[in-house]
């Protein structure tokens, strides 16, 4: 088999074993963030910021939802890696901007890590969230998941049944999960152009 027949194989196996109860759960919570009128903040690295941008533009566009990226700001972003560190580029961020009524929502493909020093600045940002007992975090992961699995309130892992694929496979599936999200009948209140 070819490449893009076996990655598209590999595609429909993983979609037709993701957690479609824990994707209802998520659109919960987002409603219910919705109705307190909190925020949500997405955060993501690599690819992962990328796709961050694009789901809060949907989240705010389609869904009436206040959400932010810190990742689009890269003035501030690199102001704080350079004065503070770069582990804690989102955690002091959060905490000029974030309430008891708002929402954190990682995309990261290890969901970050307290043994090996990955993506660090999501693992000091969960762990900041899990200090206030009213901020949920959700998100979107591969692997095992990481910090986000363990100290998450509703995280979708994509299933890593192809290990040597499971940045790209993780990657797409964020987008595909956020899109399933956006278009929730219980969340989009305005439709799409096309």
């Known amino acids: 088999m070819n490449h893009c027949k076996q990655f598209l194989a590999e595609t429909a196996a993983i979609a037709s074993q993701i957690d479609c109860e824990q994707i209802e759960r998520m659109v919960k919570e987002l409603v219910s963030l919705r109705e307190r009128k909190g925020r949500l903040f997405v955060i993501g690295l690599g690819g992962s910021a990328a796709n961050a941008s694009h789901m809060v533009n949907d989240l705010r566009k389609l869904c009436e939802i206040e959400a932010y990226a810190p990742t689009d700001n890269v003035a501030e972003l690199t102001a704080?890696?350079?004065?503070?560190?770069?582990?804690?580029?989102?955690?002091?961020?959060?905490?000029?901007?974030?309430?008891?009524?708002?929402?954190?929502?990682?995309?990261?493909?290890?969901?970050?890590?307290?043994?090996?020093?990955?993506?660090?600045?999501?693992?000091?940002?969960?762990?900041w969230a899990k200090e206030i007992p009213q901020i949920r975090v959700l998100g979107i992961i591969g692997r095992d998941g990481g910090v986000v699995k363990k100290w998450g309130d509703c995280v979708v892992v994509i299933p890593p049944l192809y290990p040597e694929r499971i940045t790209p496979h993780t990657e797409a599936f964020q987008a595909v999960v956020w899109h399933c999200l956006v278009s929730h009948p219980d969340l989009q209140r305005n439709k799409t152009k096309w």
């Open 80 to 127: 704080r890696a350079n004065d503070d560190d770069w582990q804690f580029i989102f955690r002091d961020w959060f905490k000029d901007y974030v309430h008891g009524n708002d929402a954190l929502f990682v995309l990261s493909v290890g969901g970050g890590s307290l043994s090996v020093p990955v993506s660090t600045p999501i693992t000091c940002a969960v762990a």
